[in-house]
């Protein structure tokens, strides 16, 4: 299935962009450590094959290296662009992409293991950065959870997702207070 156009959205609230329908139309960046380093490769090339535009950010072999330089990189490019990108970081267990990413601002991870987790954390959270466990998870199900996720929009329906939105505002303040 080919991606659609982008469906590129947004609200301000509060000086707050909130960036509102699914990834679809955004740049994904997409970075690993040696652990992830094979998933990485099998789900970009994937993610190119069905139109997505995607930036690798490294590592560029599986030769052993810290998830923090990789992460960090990902994450500064959702950070620099909420609006344009989403980012996807890999590495063994999935926390080690998380941990680095939330340090971000504007940056919002969640680890998934499955589409179930992924659809949830993009229509309850707005997540702009998936993390995936490459030890737990082989290359078909990464493809079918980062689908959903990107294809998942947040706040569709404002009866039904105000406590969404108040929820993510709540945690989107924290990068202005620290």
């Known amino acids: 299935m080919k991606m659609t156009r982008p469906k590129l959205s947004f609200l301000r609230i509060g000086g707050i962009i909130v960036p509102t329908g699914s990834h679809e139309g955004k ?8 652990r992830g380093f094979r998933l990485k490769k099998a789900l970009k090339r994937a993610l190119r094959k069905r139109g997505w535009r995607v930036v690798d950010e490294g590592a560029h072999s599986p030769a052993r290296t810290d998830y923090p330089v990789w992460m960090t990189r990902v994450a500064r490019a959702v950070g620099r662009s909420p609006r ?9 267990s999935g926390i080690g992409a998380c941990i680095p990413a939330a340090k ?6 969640a680890l998934c293991r499955t ?4 659809r949830e954390t993009r229509t309850h959270n707005n997540s702009n950065f998936l993390s995936l ?7 078909a199900r990464a493809l079918r959870i980062t689908e959903t996720w990107l294809r998942t929009p947040f706040y569709t329906d404002p009866g039904r997702d105000a406590p969404y939105l108040r ?8 990068d202005r207070r620290g």
């Open 167 to 174: 929820r993510f505002l709540q945690t989107a303040r924290l």
């Open 104 to 109: 971000v601002p504007g940056v919002h991870p």
């Open 84 to 92: 344009r990108a989403a980012g996807i970081g890999i590495c063994g």
């Open 27 to 34: 740049t994904i960046h997409i970075g690993a450590d040696h």
């Open 133 to 139: 466990a490459a030890d737990f998870t082989s290359p």
């Open 115 to 118: 589409a179930a987790s992924a």
